[in-house]
């Protein structure tokens, strides 16, 4: 199994970007899936996650900002994020939710990078 994230970039404080999660190997819509995030000097963290029905719950901090959703024909999963403030900064990865040990590895991420 492969995912490959991609869609960040850099942008200022209050800007948007929507992250795209694509699947090789693998039929994402069999999974609860899940964003995770990994600021520099901290531990990789859950973000978002959305269950094989399109149930979808945040940790606080995200909450009414971001949005992730899922495109089964497309064998994607997407991450909407609106006001995005400089502590999102971080590489973000996708991957099942809980981690599936044999699902696949985390990849290189998606680095998004918010400047105050």
């Known amino acids: 199994v492969q995912l490959q994230a991609s869609g960040g970039g850099l942008v200022q404080a209050g800007e948007s970007l929507r992250l795209s999660c694509a699947a090789s190997?693998?039929?994402?819509?069999?999974?609860?899936m899940a964003w995770y995030r990994q600021a520099p000097g901290r531990q990789r963290e859950l973000v978002a996650s959305?269950?094989?029905?399109?149930?979808?719950d945040y940790v606080d901090s995200v909450r009414g900002r971001f949005t992730i959703s899922r495109d089964n024909a497309k064998n994607t999963v997407y991450l909407q994020m609106n006001s995005l403030k400089p502590e999102d900064t971080a590489v973000y990865y996708c991957?099942?939710?809980?981690?599936?040990?044999?699902?696949?590895?985390w990849g290189q991420g998606t680095q998004v990078t918010v400047s105050s």
């Open positions: 991957n099942t939710f809980p981690k599936l040990a044999d699902f696949g590895s």
């Open positions: 959305i269950s094989s029905r399109s149930d979808a």
């Open positions: 190997g693998a039929i994402l819509s069999f999974f609860n």
